[in-house]
């Protein structure tokens, strides 16, 4: 537990020095509120093999020779650098599965409180996937022509999780605007849409971070779980739409709401397919289709 402890500060303060330019020991110990003496007993070895140089710029080439100075195992494909964004990454997964699931409490409670509150951890999200961006940017600069440009993948994944934080908003947006809470019958069917879809968001970046490519099968295993459920859940909003007397306008919008907050789960769930595909290329230089996942479903589903 100590190693973690320390492993968990060092991360830190590289973290600082790559992001935040501090120009000296006392500057890196306020700002994670530890004691300089500290700083220095840990940034010790790294500028002694030069990993980190003073006045504080970290050689990321030089970081990928050492990651037993971190207790971390590096993968054979790994390219210089990649451990500080996925660890980016990583919490940026971890934040728009919480967005995601306060969205969806929100939905079920119809707490419109809760849907505000999901609704700013958008802003979150959206500084996290500026801060992969830049970091992806800042090492290409210092490495133009190495194969460490291979990591605008990392980008991507990013771009890919704020859109799902998109469809968050989506569904708190829901219980902020609509009049009607959604009836028993068809919140079963959302919330085994919900479970499903974070399920393959979790998965999708497992494989990803981890180099997890077996996962495929798990991962179009729950795709189909996830539109199978959704047919249902699209057949009873039909019915019910169905019974809906024409002239009741808010009834109508409600169920309209309602198709869109489905059709998210499905956006989400093509965009876990997204994130396992870049993890493809990646990993293995498995070259992605540029058909949209849905798009090839369908072509699937037509044979």
Same mark, same amino acid.
């Given at each position: 537990?100590?190693?973690?402890? =320390?492993?968990?500060t060092?991360k830190s303060?590289?973290?600082v020095?790559l992001?935040?330019?501090?120009?000296?020991?006392?500057?890196?110990?306020? +700002?994670?509120?530890?004691?300089?003496?500290?700083?220095?007993?840990? $940034?010790? @070895?790294?500028i002694k093999e030069?990993?980190? +140089?003073?006045?504080y710029i &970290?050689?990321?080439k030089k970081?990928e020779?050492?990651?037993e100075?971190?207790?971390?195992?590096v993968?054979s494909?790994?390219?210089?650098?990649?451990?500080?964004i996925?660890?980016? $990454?990583?919490?940026?997964a971890?934040? &728009?599965?919480k967005q995601l699931?306060?969205?969806? +409490?929100?939905?079920?409670?119809?707490d419109?409180?809760?849907?505000?509150e999901a609704?700013?951890?958008?802003?979150?999200?959206?500084?996290?996937?500026e =801060? &992969?961006?830049?970091?992806v940017d800042?090492a290409i600069a210092?490495n133009p022509y190495?194969?460490?440009? =291979?990591t605008?993948a990392?980008?991507e994944?990013a771009?890919d999780?704020e859109?799902i934080?998109?469809?968050?908003?989506i569904?708190a947006?829901?219980?902020?605007?609509?009049s009607y809470?959604?009836?028993p019958a068809?919140?079963?069917? /959302?919330?085994?849409?919900f479970?499903i879809? &974070?399920e393959?968001v979790?998965t999708?970046?497992?494989?990803?971070l981890?180099?997890k490519?077996? /996962?495929?099968?798990?991962l179009?295993? /729950?795709?189909?779980d996830?539109?199978?459920v959704q047919k249902?859940?699209?057949n009873c909003?039909?019915t019910?739409?169905?019974?809906?007397?024409?002239?009741?306008?808010?009834?109508s919008t409600?169920y309209?709401?309602l198709?869109?907050v489905?059709?998210t789960f499905?956006?989400?769930a093509d965009?876990?397919?997204e994130i396992?595909?870049t993890?493809?290329?990646?990993? +293995?230089n498995i @070259?992605?289709t540029?058909?949209?996942e849905r798009?090839?479903?369908?072509?699937?589903?037509?044979m």
């Amino acid at each position: 537990m100590k190693n973690k402890t =320390k492993n968990a500060t060092l991360k830190s303060i590289i973290d600082v020095i790559l992001y935040e330019n501090p120009s000296t020991q006392d500057e890196i110990a306020e +700002r994670l509120g530890i004691t300089r003496r500290y700083v220095t007993k840990l $940034l010790q @070895p790294l500028i002694k093999e030069g990993v980190v +140089r003073r006045a504080y710029i &970290v050689d990321i080439k030089k970081f990928e020779e050492f990651p037993e100075l971190f207790g971390e195992e590096v993968t054979s494909r790994e390219y210089a650098g990649s451990f500080f964004i996925k660890e980016i $990454l990583r919490d940026m997964a971890q934040h &728009v599965c919480k967005q995601l699931r306060k969205s969806f +409490r929100s939905l079920e409670e119809y707490d419109e409180d809760l849907a505000n509150e999901a609704l700013k951890m958008d802003y979150i999200t959206n500084t996290m996937h500026e =801060k &992969v961006r830049s970091s992806v940017d800042t090492a290409i600069a210092m490495n133009p022509y190495s194969e460490f440009s =291979k990591t605008m993948a990392f980008t991507e994944i990013a771009y890919d999780l704020e859109r799902i934080g998109d469809h968050s908003a989506i569904i708190a947006n829901f219980a902020v605007k609509e009049s009607y809470e959604v009836d028993p019958a068809m919140m079963e069917y /959302l919330q085994e849409m919900f479970s499903i879809a &974070v399920e393959m968001v979790n998965t999708a970046m497992d494989a990803f971070l981890n180099e997890k490519l077996e /996962l495929k099968a798990k991962l179009m295993s /729950l795709e189909d779980d996830i539109h199978r459920v959704q047919k249902n859940a699209l057949n009873c909003v039909a019915t019910q739409m169905a019974e809906t007397p024409f002239e009741d306008k808010e009834r109508s919008t409600y169920y309209i709401s309602l198709s869109r907050v489905v059709k998210t789960f499905e956006r989400i769930a093509d965009i876990s397919i997204e994130i396992f595909d870049t993890a493809g290329e990646y990993y +293995r230089n498995i @070259p992605r289709t540029t058909t949209p996942e849905r798009f090839r479903r369908r072509e699937r589903e037509g044979m």
